[in-house]
Nanobody, 115 residues
Framework: VQLVESGGGLVQAGGSLRLSCAASGITFSASAMKWFRQAPGSQREFVARITSGGITNYADSVKGRFTISRDNAKSTVYLQMNSLNAEDTAVYYC??????????WGQGTQVTVSS
């Protein structure tokens, strides 16, 4: 199983980034996909989730600014991040929860927002 995140980088406050997470080795269409993030010195926190059926949930801190989506044909989940601020600076991780309740993590991608 592999989850490979991409799309992170350095962006100015108010800017946008789109993260991608390409999955292999799992039945992607049957898996719930999540994004988490971890800032330096902080615990990993939930950001967004999309179920196999396309239902989405967001942390209050990103609601209205971030959008999670999925493309089952490409086995890829996305996180569109708009109106970024310094508090969004973190390593962003992709997580897959399969139909059989196995959980897998990607290696993370760094997002740095400069103020």
């Amino acid at each position: 199983v592999q989850l490979v995140e991409s799309g992170g980088g350095l962006v100015q406050a108010g800017g946008s980034l789109r993260l991608s997470c390409a999955a292999s080795g799992i039945t992607f269409s049957a898996s719930a996909m999540k994004w988490f993030r971890q800032a330096p010195g902080s615990q990993r926190e939930f950001v967004a989730r999309i179920t196999s059926g396309g239902i989405t949930n967001y942390a209050d801190s990103v609601k209205g600014r971030f959008t999670i989506s999925r493309d089952n044909a490409k086995s890829t989940v996305y996180l569109q991040m708009n109106s970024l601020n310094a508090e969004d600076t973190a390593v962003y991780y992709c997580n897959a929860l399969t139909f059989a309740d196995y959980s897998y993590w990607g290696q993370g991608t760094q997002v740095t927002v400069s103020s």
